[in-house]
């Protein structure tokens, strides 16, 4: 037995006066009885620490309490029998409409939550979706934005991180230029050309990565999230060559970039250039992809995402 919720529109993306619909199917084997069936909205901030983070996130991870944005419960029908494949919430039918328009200022996903209780003796069926809020179209610009691009280049002496001798010693030059500030439904782009290297390049990637930040007290939590790699070129590419960056964002990935009082959501782009060495071979696999690594190099830009009309 399960239920199931399926959205009228199939990119889950709403406006602040648009009505939420959908329907909410049950799959089940026999007929069953419920005490109520009901529709709950929840949007929320929470900081949560994945495999490798420690430090400050860590430490803090047991007092930061997820950040309320809204919650609304939707009452779908009262107690009632209901049999195998059945449609409740039909747009097509009055109790099938959400009962208010999506609520406004609502800057990241919201979840939709459906429990049909059963009863003391018997487990609640429930399922959880996804959707977008976007914020009014009055308050967009009314011109697409003006993409900004900064220039890159990439040496063994720009690497904070430890290299192998043979990347020091040998010495590479990988220059190019990407955007910092782009529209949510453009491409992100660029190009890159390798100038230089002694040792021969394995791949060149690039990380789109989210960082959220939560407030705590007088500390600042951070965490970051790689959301999307790109593979640019696989392998050694030839020297001087232009290769064209042209990246697709995630939309159900990404949002503006927000500042919003005790939490922001920014991003930030990696170029990362992997060299073809004995060790690069044995670590194909690694825990954490963020950590930098000894035949790995790599530079990082923001990147600001707005939405326009």
């Known amino acids: 037995m399960s239920i199931e919720i399926k959205l009228s529109r199939f990119n889950r993306i ?18 069953i009885s419920y005490q109520s069936i009901r529709l709950t ?3 929320t901030v929470n900081l949560q620490v994945r495999g490798g983070s420690a430090g ?25 029998k209901i049999g195998s494949d059945t449609i409740f919430c039909d747009p ?15 800057p990241w996903r919201q979840y939709q939550h459906p429990d049909v209780v059963r009863g003391y003796l018997h487990k609640s069926l429930s399922a959880t979706t996804e959707f977008i809020v976007e914020s009014e179209k009055d308050n967009l610009p009314q011109k697409p934005v003006s993409p900004e691009t900064v220039i890159f280049y990439i040496t063994q002496d720009t690497q904070k991180h430890a290299l192998l001798p043979e990347l020091k010693s040998g010495g590479f030059r990988v220059t190019g230029k990407i955007c910092t500030q782009c529209s949510l439904v453009d491409p992100l782009v660029g190009e890159l050309t390798v100038e230089k290297s002694a040792i021969p390049i394995q791949s060149t990637d690039i990380h789109l990565l989210r960082v959220e930040s939560i407030l705590i007290g007088d500390r600042i939590s951070t965490e970051s999230t790689l ?17 064209p960056i042209y990246i697709i964002l995630p939309r159900l990935l990404t949002c503006p ?4 009082g ?29 950590a930098p690594k000894s035949w790995v190099a790599m530079e990082s830009v923001p990147l600001e995402l707005v939405r326009t009309m």
């Open 227 to 243: 959301m999307q790699t790109t593979q640019i070129a696989d392998g050694d590419v030839c020297r001087g060559l232009t290769l």
């Open 257 to 260: 970039t927000i500042f919003a």
């Open 14 to 31: 709403y406006r602040p006066d648009e009505i939420l619909e959908g329907k909410l199917i049950a799959r089940l084997t026999s007929a």
């Open 56 to 80: 400050v996130v860590e430490s803090l991870y047991g007092v930061i309490k997820p950040i309320p944005i809204v919650k609304k419960v939707v009452d779908v029908r009262s107690s009632g």
């Open 262 to 290: 005790p939490f922001s959501i920014e991003f930030k782009v990696s170029i990362v250039i992997t060299f073809l060495l004995d060790q690069s071979k044995k670590h194909k696999k690694v825990a954490d992809p963020k």
């Open 92 to 106: 097509k039918r009055p109790e099938g409409r959400e009962s208010g328009k999506v609520l406004r200022n609502l």
């Open 41 to 43: 909205v929840n949007g």
